[in-house]
T-cell receptor
Framework: AQSVAQPEDQVNVAEGNPLTVKCTYS??????LFWYVQYPNRGLQFLLK??????LVKGSYGFEAEFNKSQTSFHLKKPSALVSDSALYFC?????????????FGTGTQLKVEL | DGGITQSPKYLFRKEGQNVTLSCEQN?????MYWYRQDPGQGLRLIYY???????QKGDIAEGYSVSREKKESFPLTVTSAQKNPTAFYLC?????????????FGPGTRLTVL
């Protein structure tokens, strides 16, 4: 079965510092990986996805993610964090078992950016 | 949130009652999904539909039912058989069945059982 793990429940970073939110995956076949962000009491917003090609994927709001096949990781990064980046971040992997276009999500990482 | 609307935003239900959550999209997407979100558990798939008049169970379908009579609409009914229905419910849609398609989410409905 496809799965993703987000090993940190919370990440704290100072504004202006680089941030990393970690994600590791386990899939059979090609990994299709996604990052979403959720603000309180809101739906999920799509940030970026890795399908194939360059290992560094650029997305919305200055975020990027690095795909590492040997380490089975897909960490989300941003060079300079903003207080407004504080939110809940989800990593997800495409689940092709049984057909269909399903996503399996990690448990989420709460990012807190402080002044 | 884009072109996906969910209503109501908040819903309160007494035990033993069925309730229906609405999800509508104007993105001309073929595929639609329902997820349940509980604190610390991420999102779990309830049902999904790849095309009109067709749907499949997800990982936690027990106590839920859906219909897909129109391309734009995918309502979810939470029945009295669902033992712990209090949660945040999210609807999503994607262009089609291609595995690289992105899912886009609605704003969610928070259901509380009194």
């Amino acid at each position: 079965a496809q799965s993703v793990a987000q090993p940190e429940d919370q990440v704290n970073v100072a504004e202006g510092n680089p941030l990393t939110v970690k994600c590791t995956y386990s899939v059979s076949g090609n990994p299709y990986l996604f990052w979403y962000v959720q603000y309180p009491n809101r739906g999920l917003q799509f940030l970026l996805k890795y399908i194939t090609g360059d290992n560094l994927v650029k997305g919305s709001y200055g975020f990027e993610a690095e795909f590492n096949k040997s380490q089975t990781s897909f960490h989300l990064k941003k060079p300079s964090a903003l207080v407004s980046d504080s939110a809940l971040y989800f990593c997800a992997v495409r689940d092709l078992t049984g057909g269909g276009n399903k996503l399996t999500f990690g448990t989420g990482t709460q990012l807190k950016v402080e002044l | 949130d884009g072109g996906i609307t969910q209503s109501p935003k908040y819903l309160f239900r007494k035990e033993g009652q069925n309730v229906t959550l609405s999800c509508e999209q104007n993105l001309n997407h073929d595929a639609m999904y329902w997820y349940r979100q509980d604190p610390g558990q991420g999102l779990r798939l309830i049902y999904y539909s790849q095309i009109v008049n067709d749907f499949q169970k997800g990982d936690i379908a027990e106590g839920y039912s859906v219909s897909r009579e129109k391309k734009e609409s995918f309502p979810l009914t939470v029945t009295s058989a669902q033992k712990n229905p209090t949660a945040f419910y999210l609807c999503a849609s994607s262009l089609g069945q291609v595995s690289t398609d992105t899912q886009y989410f609605g704003p969610g409905t928070r259901l509380t059982v009194l």
